[in-house]
């Protein structure tokens, strides 16, 4: 899981 | 999700509604002979909303939203990204297609060029992003246009002078969310292992920063109890 976690903001 | 966050939603989600409701009345009260007396002040005037605003918030969330159909977050996030898209759109379609929206919509005054707002940020985020693809090129670029995309609307308001509520409403509503998001990343810093992202938290101060004018007016309008009025 190497995905930029402010992908889960809007 | 903390509280911050979820404020932040809200107030966006508030500002989308408030945008809707201002259009609802407009489209409700055309026609009738006796107008409410907000449909008579909308009317009388411009609207006050920025459709090139409109147009790069749209461009915003479809540049921003791609992963929708590839990656899963929450039932939540899903939602959200569905409603920011479709309101959005429907704002965008209402201005420009509307037999009476359109007609309350300014066009001699809202003149910026979405042009000189979209080059800068497409190239900017060709050069500084986290990971060269396609879908983080675009997640990219759509948060510095997110960070710039009130400028036409600002600049509206400060030529129109005469602000209606819902207008005032709908700006201070976007500028509390991005505050309220720039209190989320501070609170996930120090909760979150190896929470860093200098781009979103740059691109989000900046975006904020844009407000400050606007809210130093805003509350003392407030405060003082009269019009919300900008200085020319």
Not at chain 2, 47 to 76: C, H, M, N, P
Not at chain 2, 105 to 123: A, E, M, S
Not at chain 2, 202 to 221: E, N, P, W
Request: proline share 2%; aromatic share 16%; glycine share 2%.
């Amino acid at each position: 899981k190497n995905q930029p976690s402010t992908h889960d903001e809007l | 999700m903390n509280i911050f966050r979820l404020a932040g939603d809200m107030t966006h989600l508030m500002s989308v509604l408030v945008l809707l409701l201002k259009i609802h009345t407009i489209k409700s009260c055309a026609g009738k002979s006796y107008p409410c007396s907000l449909c008579f002040i909308l009317l009388e005037s411009s609207s006050g909303i920025s459709l090139k605003t409109q147009e790069l918030y749209a461009l915003v969330f479809a540049t921003r939203y791609l992963d929708i159909f590839t990656d899963f977050i929450s039932v939540y996030n899903t939602i959200m990204k569905l409603i920011f898209l479709g309101s959005s759109f429907s704002i965008v379609w209402y201005i420009r297609r509307h037999k009476i929206v359109r007609r309350s919509y300014d066009k001699d005054q809202d003149t910026f060029r979405h042009f000189f707002l979209v080059l800068p940020c497409l190239l900017l985020a060709l050069i500084i992003n986290e990971k060269f693809t396609f879908k983080e090129v675009l997640w990219t670029f759509s948060l510095y246009l997110e960070a710039v995309a009130i400028l036409p609307q600002l600049i509206l308001l400060q030529r129109t002078r005469n602000i209606d509520n819902l207008t005032g409403q709908y700006v201070f509503l976007l500028g509390a969310y991005r505050a309220l998001y720039i209190l989320n990343w501070i609170y996930r810093y120090f909760t979150e292992p190896h929470y860093v992202h200098w781009i979103t938290w740059i691109s989000g101060l900046v975006q904020t920063l844009l407000y400050a004018d606007f809210f130093y007016y805003y509350f003392s309008s407030l405060k003082n109890n009269v019009k919300l009025k900008l200085p020319a």
